[in-house]
């Protein structure tokens, strides 16, 4: 049973167990843990923050004595998995421990190893063996088949790069596939095409690894706000969409005018300043080597593009979130989640899906609601987004009458709008009393047309 005094913790070194030796509270450390063949590579830390030299310093490398090893080599030491946990179990705890903590601690360490190499595991297993290849040329089919043996590799490429807060350039390059987005567009426009970033296999397990962690971080400190939706558990577009339409429905009933606003903004996604994000990330509370491994991992990024056989040249990619990417879209959502509290928006009154952006104002009269959506657009787009005004929606709903609506306008990104008797938002369409009549309608038109085809 584990001690509530002494708890394990993944932190910027592999594994620490944290313990009370005699009475005090102090850090043991065990860094990096690989494997070549069947010997267990074991790196001891050099941690200052200590106030005792770690355990397995003693255990691993009781002489002292370096060699001619490099600096870099100098803690290392090869050994069998059943001589380290053989050394573990025989170690004298007593001298540093808590007699009551010494049976758990040599477990801690045996099953942080464990747990690393399980992890790595789960990460390949869980990838589309038939995923294209990247620039490394590794398919994700010979890692699947070779986990077992390619596990301990992979885990200490992946704690070197954490503990290091260094992302590897060969690990920052990435093919681009133009795939063409149909729908009668112009082959000749390359407007038309959606480029799709191909990242290495070993980049994809390194960012999973992250993405985990870091998506756990955002949650227990509530982060991200509860009107974005899209690329979080438990928030999709069916939450979104109840979410927003229950507003709409409250402010009619309340006898309210409702004005709503529907946009995307243009090139979402390219158009991401990259060290925009380093501060918001810190002020999330990701700081030291954490906050060094995402410098590390938006910048000095290349990519070419790779078509019908030919390959461009690389090139520095210094904006944009990388589509494809898994790390991609949870940065995004960081990068916008202020975006409602910077530009005064408030939580009651707005809902984002990825880049589906809608707004929207209650008030007593059409000529408030008007100003309020336009004061809200303005400064969205001083926020430095761009907003798409070809695809943006208006709809004035609540107890606002037809005749007076026809004639009413807002200027928004310097066009004028007028508002529509439908809007869509998540591929549904509501009308100006938030009924999904549009909609049904829709779907009852379309079954009919391909049951046409049928029979």
């Not at 360490?109 to 992890?119: K, S």
């Not at 297993?125 to 590794?138: H, Q, S």
């Not at 503990?163 to 000749?188: D, E, F, H, M, Q």
């Not at 928006?345 to 000529?367: H, M, Q, R």
């Amino acid at each position: 049973m584990k001690d509530a005094s002494l708890d394990y913790a993944t932190t910027e070194a592999t594994w620490k167990s944290y313990g009370k030796f005699n009475g005090e509270h102090r850090i043991s450390c065990l860094d990096h843990v690989y494997f070549a063949g069947l010997d267990c590579n074991v790196e001891v830390l050099k941690d200052t923050t200590t106030d005792h030299r770690p355990v397995l310093a003693k255990i691993l490398v009781p002489s002292g004595k370096t060699g001619t090893r490099s600096i870099e080599r100098r803690n290392f030491k090869a050994i069998q998995l059943q001589e380290l946990e053989d050394a573990l179990q025989k170690w004298p705890w007593t001298t540093i421990y808590s007699i009551e903590d010494v049976d758990t601690v040599h477990q801690f360490l045996i099953d942080g190893i464990t747990e690393a190499l399980n992890e790595i595991a789960k990460v390949v297993k869980a990838m589309r063996a038939t995923e294209a290849l990247g620039v490394d040329g590794i398919p994700v089919s010979v890692l699947k088949k070779g986990i077992e043996v390619l596990a301990g590799p992979i885990s200490h490429l992946v704690n070197r790069s954490l503990a290091s807060g260094t992302v590897p350039t060969a690990l920052k390059l990435s093919n681009v596939l133009p795939i063409y987005k149909g729908k009668g567009k112009s082959a000749a426009d390359p407007a038309s095409y959606r480029p799709v970033c191909i990242l290495p296999a070993l980049s994809k397990i390194l960012e999973t690894v992250v993405k985990t962690d870091f998506e756990i971080h955002l949650a227990k400190t509530e982060a991200l706000p509860n009107t974005q939706f899209g690329f979080r558990r438990g928030r999709s577009t069916t939450t979104a969409l109840a979410t927003a339409h229950a507003k709409w429905l409250k402010a009619k009933q309340r006898g309210k005018v409702v004005g709503v606003l529907g946009f995307d903004l243009s090139a979402a996604f390219d158009t991401v300043d990259q060290l925009q994000l380093l501060p918001k990330l810190k002020k999330l509370g990701i700081e030291g080597m954490q906050l060094e491994w995402f410098k590390s991992y938006l910048s000095g990024g290349s990519q070419r593009v790779v078509w019908n056989g030919a390959e461009s040249d690389f090139l520095n990619v210094k904006y944009g979130v990388r589509q494809g990417s898994i790390l991609g879209p949870i940065l995004y959502l960081v990068l916008v989640a202020d975006v409602t509290s910077c530009v005064g928006i408030g939580d009651e009154e707005n809902s984002s899906y990825a880049d589906d952006f809608f707004l929207w104002a209650v008030g007593d009269s059409l000529e408030e609601v008007g100003l309020l959506l336009e004061t809200k657009a303005d400064a969205f787009s001083k926020y430095a987004w761009v907003l798409n005004a070809a695809k943006t929606q208006f709809m004035i709903g609540g107890k606002a009458k037809k005749k007076d609506t026809s004639a009413f306008t807002i200027r928004v990104g310097g066009v004028e709008l007028h508002p529509s008797d439908e809007i869509e938002f998540l591929g549904v369409k509501f009308d100006s009393d938030f009924t999904t009549a549009p909609h049904n309608a829709y779907v009852v038109k379309a079954a009919k047309q391909r049951a046409a085809l049928i029979s």
